[in-house]
């Protein structure tokens, strides 16, 4: 028996390792200096605030998550008060923030107080979204082409965030089902593929009985990145 569990327990090992495992990023850990500030700012943004525990040894520990996200960021203090993460404060930079529309976006941070940059793009590559590089002109881009346009803004301690807009993902970024992270995200989805749908049904010369499986498949290949 102990030869035949031995032999079961290999195969399945074998099988399991040509799966591909889902690895989801779920939480970011980022270094802040007073955890009671920075608990204030995130909140003050309107992020989900997930968890905000002491334990027996008075570590702290906050999450928060921004609305419509699957990753969540993480900060607090060890047993002797101390940031529990490795690096200084303020020292992480380049976060990312995806939207839909960039200037709604920064309407909004700027009504909640954030000191948020202008809107800006990079003459060239993708250098430029990052603080002390070169290459940012004001405004959108001329083409307003999805992953081109920015916003930037800092947490009290420093930590740099960007806002990215993304209106469509390239190949392959999106694979299995689609998902989508907010009511407002899907109802954006829907509009775009009633547009579609309409030149769609001018071409066909009548109305398409088949529109909802139209309206799945565009929704499925834009979200895909494939030709729409």
Not at 84 to 92: D, E, F, L, M, N
Not at 107 to 118: N, T, V, Y
């Amino acid at each position: 028996m102990a030869n035949q569990k031995l032999q079961t327990g290999d195969r399945d090992t074998a099988n399991a390792s040509a799966v591909a495992v889902d690895m989801k990023l779920e939480v970011v850990v980022i270094p802040v200096s007073d955890v009671a500030r920075a608990k204030k700012f995130y909140t003050t943004l309107g992020w989900r605030l997930d968890a905000d525990v002491t334990d027996d040894n008075q570590s702290r520990l906050i999450q928060l998550t921004p609305p419509g996200s699957g990753c969540s960021i993480q900060f607090g203090t060890n047993l002797f008060g101390k940031n529990v993460a490795s690096a200084s404060s303020g020292s992480i930079q380049g976060l990312y923030l995806a939207v839909f529309d960039i200037e709604i976006a920064r309407h909004q941070l700027i009504q909640l107080g954030i000191e948020a940059s202008e809107i800006f793009h990079c003459a060239k590559g993708f250098a430029c979204r990052f603080p002390g590089k070169d290459g940012r002109i004001g405004g959108l881009p001329p083409d307003r082409g999805s992953y081109g346009s920015f916003v930037s803004f800092n947490d009290p301690d420093g930590n740099g965030w960007i806002v990215q807009e993304i209106t469509s993902r390239l190949p392959g970024r999106v694979t299995g089902n689609t998902s989508f992270g907010s009511v407002t995200e899907l109802s954006d989805a829907l509009r775009r593929a009633e547009a579609a749908h309409g030149k769609h049904e001018i071409k066909l010369g009548h109305a398409d009985p088949n529109w909802a499986d139209w309206y799945a498949d565009y929704m499925m290949r834009e979200q895909a990145g494939e030709s729409a």
